[in-house]
Structure formats: C-alpha cells, structure tokens
C-alpha cells in the first residue's frame, strides 16, 4: 500500500537521494520541502520533478504557519525530517545558524507534528510515523580504536553541529515520552556519492584535483570515518521508515573505516587510471596533497556498529568503499561541467576560506 511521505530538505544531498529512490523504485508519494540554502540543489531532482507522485513548496521547516498548511493539505503517513545545517567547519564560524535550523527547527516540526497527530483518526494514528534523521557525530570521539558506536552509546558532541543535533535528537525523544508521538531516530555515518556539495571531503578532493588545485587533509590525515554510500543509506531509511519498532534508534553504517588521507589517495589513484592528469608539473595528482592545520576540536574516529538494523530490520550495505568511490569519482567526471554549473556563484567554506 503507497504512502505519503513528507520530506523535510529534499533538496540536499542525502534527501534528493532518498526521494530519488521513491519515485524510481516504489509507488509512495513525495512532498519535499527545502528552504534552498546554498547546500540545496533541486538540479538534484531534476530526473524526477514531472513526476505525478512528487510535489515541492520552498519552506524553511522553522515556519510553523506553512509547516501547518502543508500537513494539513497533504496530509503525510510519514514525515522523513531531514532538514539540518550539517557542515562542521561552517558550524565553528556561525554556530547561531545550526541553533535555529537543528533545534528551533525540529521544534517547530515537533509541536505542529503533534498538533496534526492529535486530530487524526484511530487508523492514521496507528500508522504514522515521524523519522528523525541524525549523524553518528552526536557520541563523539572514539577513544578506543577497537570500539565502535552502538545505539546505547552516550552522546558527547565535540562541535557546534554535532550539540545542535543532538539536542534535536533529545527533543524527538521527549515528544515520544510526552505526548506519545511515534517517533523514530536514525544514526547514521559519513556518507558520500553522486550530488554531494563541495564542502565535503569527497567532492571537494575530486573537483580540485581536476582543477589542478590543492588537495587540503586536515592534520596529518589519519581521521578515520565509517563510509557510507549515499543510495544505501537511502534504501536504509526507507527500511526504517516503515517497519521500525516505534521509539526505536537504528545506527546505520557502511562498515566501510577508512582514514582521510587513505580516501584522498584512493580518490587520486582512480584519477590517475581514468583521467591522467594533464596539469603542467603534475604527473600523479598526490603530488596536490598539502596538509594544513588540524581544525579545532576535530574527533578522530567515527565507526558505527550496524548490528541491530541488519538483525531486526535486515538492512545491509550494498556497496563496500571500493565499489562506491569509483561509482562516485566516475560521476563527478561525467557530470563535472553540469555538476560546476549547479554550485556557479554560490559561496562554499573549506577549511578557514569561503571560496566562490
């Protein structure tokens, strides 16, 4: 039987994703909502915007009057909130930002959610949901190198955006303790593929080796992060959305732990094999790795264990790092001129500089 899904930041990279996999492979409905910052793109739905079971209003999810409107109209099964400020560096500069989107936002979508829930008839009640999509970061630094995060771990955020989401976390709770919402909360690990803005380490190292520019690692590069390829994380949302135990976290993970700098020279060997490059004085595009200062409170590992969603819900990665990354270089190729042409003029922050 379809649903209706509402989609909060549709238009970002893990959202276009997940509704990119709806329209493609199920027959649910989409209303997307986005406030279009400057990490949202719509180009990144552009396969799927004529589509008879997708829909889209620009409304920033702190607007609890058109929050209002739209659940009214549409009248959701299911609200995916993926709606955040997610970039780290950019969270150290303007911490204010990540207050308002990640907390006052969810906030708002909490109180009209529960407004909406409370009228609904005995059925809907017992089969809606609200999906609050949150990040690993929320637990920390890992301390031990042989330990991973679990869905019991304590939170202990280290940056502006990591505390902003896990108060937002706290507060998903609390509405299901309080006013019984059916709420879901997912975990998930650094993702990455198709679409992802440049701000990221991923695109970033793909589009300025092309640019025969430098490749900047935070100190020396040994970060480790769990990676996961953006369509399973989708597939795994949807999993979660409709046969998660009410009340219930799920960690999803791509079992992937790679180190920054190993990612980067994988990232250039792929290069070097499919696109030689043809920068003057370069031969292999490692010789544009520059380390620069670390940046302030930077956690040194990440790592999910996935065990739970894989027993209960029978979720598993599709693509290990290897056979994503090479789908994901392979894109930025193909796509690298339409792919500039969709962040032309807008301002992105790597490491201590907004570039445009």
């Not at 552009?46 to 058109?66: C, L, T």
């Not at 791509?254 to 190993?262: A, F, M, S, T």
Request: hydrophobic content about 35%.
């Amino acid at each position: 039987m379809s649903k209706k899904f509402l989609v909060t930041g549709g238009a970002g990279f893990i959202g276009s994703a997940f509704i990119r996999h709806i329209i493609r492979n199920t027959d649910h409905y989409i209303f997307n909502i986005d406030k279009l910052s400057y990490a949202s793109n719509l180009l990144n739905l552009k396969e799927i915007q004529k589509n008879k079971r997708y829909s889209f209003a620009k409304i920033d999810v702190s607007n609890a009057f058109k929050i209002r409107a739209i659940l009214k109209k549409f009248k959701p099964d299911i609200i995916l909130h993926l709606a955040a400020e997610t970039h780290v560096d950019r969270s150290i500069d303007n911490p204010i930002e990540f207050l308002n989107t990640n907390v006052n936002g969810t906030f708002a979508l909490l109180e009209e959610t529960r407004k909406y829930f409370s009228n609904l008839s005995k059925i809907k009640k017992k089969n809606f949901r609200f999906h609050h999509v949150s990040t690993d970061e929320v637990f920390g630094d890992l301390k031990d190198k042989k330990s991973l995060f679990n869905e019991k771990t304590s939170y202990a955020p280290s940056s502006p955006y990591s505390a902003s989401k896990a108060s937002s976390d706290h507060f998903v709770r609390a509405w299901h303790r309080t006013y019984k919402l059916p709420i879901l909360i997912t975990n998930c690990s650094n993702n990455y593929g198709p679409y992802q803005y440049p701000e990221k380490l991923i695109p970033l190292i793909i589009l300025n080796a092309l640019n025969g520019k430098e490749l900047p690692i935070y100190g020396n590069g040994k970060q480790i992060r769990d990676w996961l390829y953006v369509e399973d994380h989708a597939k795994a949302l949807l999993r979660v959305a409709l046969h998660g135990k009410i009340g219930e976290t799920y960690n999803i993970g791509g079992c992937n732990e790679v180190k920054n700098i190993e990612v980067v020279r994988k990232i250039c060997n792929i290069l070097n094999k499919l696109q030689p490059s043809k920068i003057k004085g370069i031969k292999k595009y490692e010789q544009l790795i520059n380390f620069v200062d670390d940046r302030p409170g930077h956690d040194k590992k990440y790592a999910i264990d996935a065990t739970k969603i894989k027993k209960k819900l029978k979720w598993v990665p599709h693509e290990t790092f290897e056979s994503g990354i090479k789908k994901t270089v392979k894109w930025y190729l193909e796509n690298k001129l339409n792919y500039e042409k969709m962040i032309n003029g807008k301002k992105y922050r790597r490491l201590g500089v907004i570039k445009k």
